[in-house]
């Protein structure tokens, strides 16, 4: 396959497609919140009105989604301030100063990220594990967070269709505060279910980088992250990487000189 193929298909797949479902999610939650805070009513309160009152579902939802949004900015201003730093390990690092680095570089960046990421080392396959769990890690805020509010999209969506017809399910499909509560809860389970595998997948890590000596400060996730040996073990595999690259492109630059 055609290597310029092979690298847009790749932004396509790790950039644009995430980031796209992410803008719908966001959107989704701020109509959910547009719909409280203007009418101050929900269409979908009679689903749930048996297990919790209004208030409580009002001031659950618009406290969680606001929360979400500070989360996000604060998230995108570290990103920033690494993205300033002009150091590429810290932006392989973080997943937000990552996305600015893809999205200011575009394909060309993926074809970067992957000569440190996926080079032919024996353990290139393992340090995608490392990098894939790192990130989906780093999510546990937005997966705790929703949790509520997600417990509540499900009840509503359950009663919500079991009392729909077939006739009227298409007309009511049009519903779209509906349309937004089923987005955000099929979005939020894939990203639970992924950070429970990148949980699983922590583990494994663990076991086989604390058999190195160097390695000895098993991560509990949220805790104790600097000193973690997945971040360690990052850290090393990641600079060696760079440093190595760094070395090729100026064995690679004395060769032209040379000519």
Known sequence: MNKKLCLIINYTV????PNIINVITILSDI???????????FENYKYVKHFVKFIIIKWLYISIIITNFIIIIYKMYLAIRI?????FLLILLNSFAKNIYMLKYGINSI???NEVNL???IDSKFLKLCLFTWYNIH??????LNLPKQLLNLIIIFYYFKNMNKINLIINLTNFLIVCIFIS???YSMNFIIFLISILSLIYIENIILCYEQFSQRWIPFLQEDQSSLKEFLVLKLSNNIERL??????????????
């Open 14 to 17: 790790s950039f644009i497609i």
């Open 246 to 259: 760094r070395k090729d492109e100026d064995v690679e630059s004395d060769k032209l000189s040379m000519v």
């Open 185 to 187: 809860f099929v979005v």
């Open 83 to 87: 993205m300033k730093l002009n150091n």
């Open 119 to 121: 080079n032919k080392n």
């Open 139 to 144: 999510n546990w805020q937005f997966i705790l």
């Open 31 to 41: 109509l959910i919140l547009y719909n409280f805070i203007k009418y101050n009513k």
């Open 111 to 113: 074809s970067r990220i």
